[in-house]
């Protein structure tokens, strides 16, 4: 089987613009979290969240395009666009265009199209909705948008898998492209959930934060939704260096499983089943990984689980890991979680820094690894892994090593 490598990583994130605004803001430890603009929050019981402020569509977009693109596929479009240019790729050589697949998942799809058109009709008594609604809200739009935009004629379909969407997303192309099934592929996450129905759908489960994001820490109060994007350029180490491309990453390995046991409580057997195949897939023993970045939602339940399965998977070399939850400083994203997520392990192998988990306090005895509280840290790492699991016990989990 083939060597993939990473080329380009796009993001629009709540910690900056691009996958470098938000890269630079997770190594200082920045915090987006705070309150709700876009929803009224006379509405809300909790009214925080991690936005991407101040995106002006038509900055990016024509005017007529804006009428095809829910918020969800500019998110998208903008971190593939990014993604792209970085890898320096022309996609019409050689019919490359032909065999490059496209997979970016969505956990919800365009909301606030759906949200909009639910407003005509129950608020405003409008029957009428805009013509463009179905294509606007479908959880593939933005995979079809990314592949017509940049005329990719491959492979091209979302994943929608809770908190999970994004990591399959991506180890879907991982493997495409290590079969051989194509030669490269453009795969990510995108989420625009912050919307009154979705957010207030999270405040009814009750494991939403008041204050802020404390992953592992003793004070935690739970999640705090976020929105975003992530995306990347997949393609063979042969290929990138025949091109002379620059390469970020090594994608190693993926590993996935199912809890089989509750719709939202987490399995601590599921995270382990999901980290033991990524390790096994990328051929890495458990003393290759010095990072993990954690799913670290800061719910009671997922922190103790997650680090339970830790440290059962890694044994004693669990104390020499660096585990942190950047949720802490841009928010839950939901489907895009671990694409956004995968910008702060791609920039720990390259740059041999860990992002930090910001707002900690007090550790809680239930949550006994190095969590590397509040300042980021140098440390060189050879491998790193990247957890989420999702509601429905859905896992997936990627193994990357620093570039070759």
């Not at 994943?159 to 795969?187: D, I, K, P, W, Y």
């Not at 670290?296 to 440290?311: C, F, H, L, Q, V």
Request: hydrophobic share 45%; glycine share 10%.
């Amino acid at each position: 089987m083939r060597r993939v490598v990473i080329t380009g990583m796009g993001a629009i994130t709540p910690l900056g613009h691009t996958a470098a605004a938000t890269w630079a803001a997770m190594r200082e430890g920045l915090c987006a979290i705070g309150p709700i603009t876009s929803v009224p929050r006379e509405l809300l019981r909790m009214g925080i969240a991690a936005e991407v402020r101040d995106l002006d569509p038509l900055a990016h977009f024509a005017k007529k395009h804006v009428a095809l693109l829910d918020r969800v596929s500019q998110f998208a479009l903008i971190a593939a666009r990014e993604a792209i240019a970085q890898a320096g790729i022309d996609f019409t050589v050689g019919g490359l265009g032909e065999n490059t697949a496209v997979i970016i998942g969505s956990g919800i799809g365009g909301e606030q199209t759906h949200d909009d058109a639910a407003r005509r009709i129950y608020v405003e008594n409008n029957p009428r909705l805009h013509p463009l609604t179905i294509v606007r809200l479908m959880p593939n739009a933005p995979a079809c948008h990314v592949g017509m935009e940049h005329k990719l004629m491959g492979p091209t379909f979302a994943t929608s898998s809770a908190c999970a969407t994004a990591n399959h997303a991506l180890a879907q192309a991982f493997h495409m492209v290590r079969s051989g099934v194509v030669e490269a592929a453009v795969a990510g996450g995108t989420e625009a959930c912050i919307t009154l129905n979705v957010v207030r759908a999270w405040e009814a489960m009750r494991i939403v934060a008041s204050d802020t994001c404390r992953p592992f820490c003793k004070q935690r109060r739970g999640m705090v939704v976020g929105e975003g994007a992530g995306v990347f350029v997949l393609e063979t180490l042969d290929n990138a260096r025949r091109r002379g491309a620059t390469i970020l990453a090594e994608f190693a390995g993926a590993g996935m499983s199912a809890d089989a046991s509750d719709i939202v409580f987490p399995s601590q057997a599921g995270a382990e089943l999901a980290i033991r195949r990524a390790l096994t897939d990328g051929a890495l023993a458990a003393q290759d990984i010095g990072y993990i970045n954690a799913h670290g939602t800061g719910t009671p339940a997922n922190d103790p689980t997650e680090s339970k399965a830790i440290r059962c998977v890694f044994g004693a070399h669990a104390d020499a890991l660096a585990v942190s939850s950047t949720k802490s400083m841009h928010g839950h994203a939901l489907g895009a979680a671990g694409a956004v997520e995968l910008v702060a392990v791609i920039g720990a192998l390259r740059d041999g820094v860990i992002p930090p988990t910001i707002n900690f306090l007090d550790a809680d005895p239930e949550c006994d690894l190095d969590y590397v509280p509040n300042v980021a840290r140098k440390k060189s790492v050879h491998a790193a892994l990247n957890h989420s699991f999702a509601f429905g016990g859905l896992n997936a989990v990627l193994a990357l090593r620093r570039a070759p």
